[in-house]
């Protein structure tokens, strides 16, 4: 490879990065927001269902402005997109719901900080795959970074242990591997098994099915009446809308866009960054205290993020990292 395109890949790398990251931060205020519709008497189930509906819309408002969008050229009839595509596209949304489900029912069983232990283990697996199945180089500089971002991840969840109970079940520390073998599927799946179609109709697919799933599921548990919560209570609409924009549609187009320009290891990786957002906004937001440990933590994630950017994908394998997708 020339030094041209040397440069180009490097920026397409860097990019790719920024767009995880940021999305890492977007998803990060999730646990903030989840507690203050919580405090408003909104139910996990009901919230969840308001959140993906929120989001389905607000992927159709994006697609209307020309964002996400592909070029006419470049789009490609749904009856033309292959039947392993459209497979892969249900497993991905399975998956997406699946990891949902699991680590919401896990947090009622166990201490939230032990389920995201345990949660956060999915970028190993997702690396570990991929160097398997021969879709993504293993390389030392990678293996470092996942070690950093692993530790740094750790060090941030351990904080938020410091001085509370800890409640313990089997059932909840498996429904959290369940999740994190759910989102590996959800990110191996999503960096090449779908390269046709677009990242903003994959996230519309997913939330659609995720607000049907999630409001039959309110309606089995609470009935009608938990999911019209919102309406009786004006103060739930700004939070529902920001769960729906900037919790689930914006972060959802760009980690899948994310993952297809640097590959499913790195993009893992690097999502670790949602931890280190999510406690300092407790923080700030919350008043939650801040542990020296949880700094630590996420120096250390950003760290990982730098090594990985230092260190680019053998030439092979970041070829195989551009399939077709739409500016986000």
């Known amino acids: 490879m020339n030094s041209e395109g040397s440069k180009k890949m490097s920026k397409s790398t860097l990019k790719g990065a920024i767009v995880i990251l940021f999305a890492s931060a977007l998803f990060g205020t999730l646990g903030t927001v989840t507690g203050l519709a919580y405090q408003n008497g909104m139910a996990?189930?009901?919230?969840?269902?308001?959140?993906?509906?929120?989001?389905?819309?607000?992927?159709?408002?994006?697609?209307?402005?020309?964002?996400?969008?592909?070029?006419?050229?470049?789009?490609?009839?749904?009856?033309?997109?292959?039947?392993?595509?459209?497979?892969?596209?249900?497993?991905?949304?399975?998956?997406?719901?699946?990891?949902?489900?699991?680590?919401?029912?896990?947090?009622?069983?166990?201490?939230?900080?032990?389920?995201?232990?345990?949660?956060?283990?999915?970028?190993?697996?997702?690396?570990?795959?991929?160097?398997?199945?021969?879709?993504?180089?293993?390389?030392?500089?990678?293996?470092?970074?996942?070690?950093?971002?692993?530790?740094?991840?750790?060090?941030?969840?351990?904080?938020?242990?410091?001085?509370?109970?800890?409640?313990?079940?089997?059932?909840?520390?498996?429904?959290?591997?369940?999740?994190?073998?759910?989102?590996?599927?959800y990110f191996t799946v999503g960096r090449d098994g779908y390269p046709s179609i677009p990242p903003a109709y994959a996230t519309i697919f997913f939330l659609f099915a995720g607000a049907i799933v999630f409001g039959i599921i309110a309606l089995v548990t609470g009935g009608i009446e938990s999911l019209t919560v919102p309406f009786h209570k004006p103060s739930l609409l700004p939070i529902l809308a920001f769960a729906g924009v900037f919790g689930a549609a914006i972060p959802t187009i760009m980690i899948l866009s994310g993952i297809r320009m640097i590959g499913a290891s790195r993009a893992s990786i690097l999502a670790l960054f949602e931890p280190v957002v999510g406690v300092v906004l407790a923080s700030i937001v919350l008043g939650q205290k801040m542990f020296l440990i949880q700094i630590i933590g996420g120096v250390l994630v950003l760290g990982a993020a730098v090594v990985l950017q230092l260190a680019p994908e053998p030439k092979a394998i970041e070829k195989s990292t551009q399939p077709k997708s739409p500016k986000v």
Request: hydrophobic fraction near 60%.
């Open 44 to 185: 996990p189930a009901s919230f969840a269902a308001w959140r993906e509906a929120i989001g389905t819309i607000m992927m159709f408002i994006l697609l209307a402005l020309g964002i996400g969008r592909p070029a006419k050229e470049e789009r490609i009839p749904f009856s033309k997109v292959s039947g392993r595509e459209k497979r892969n596209v249900c497993i991905a949304a399975v998956a997406f719901m699946t990891f949902s489900l699991a680590i919401f029912y896990a947090f009622g069983l166990v201490t939230v900080a032990l389920a995201l232990l345990i949660f956060y283990t999915y970028p190993a697996f997702v690396t570990i795959i991929g160097g398997i199945t021969g879709k993504e180089t293993i390389t030392a500089s990678k293996i470092g970074a996942l070690i950093m971002a692993l530790g740094g991840g750790v060090l941030v969840v351990v904080g938020q242990l410091i001085g509370s109970p800890v409640q313990v079940r089997v059932l909840g520390i498996i429904l959290a591997i369940v999740a994190a073998l759910a989102d590996t599927v």
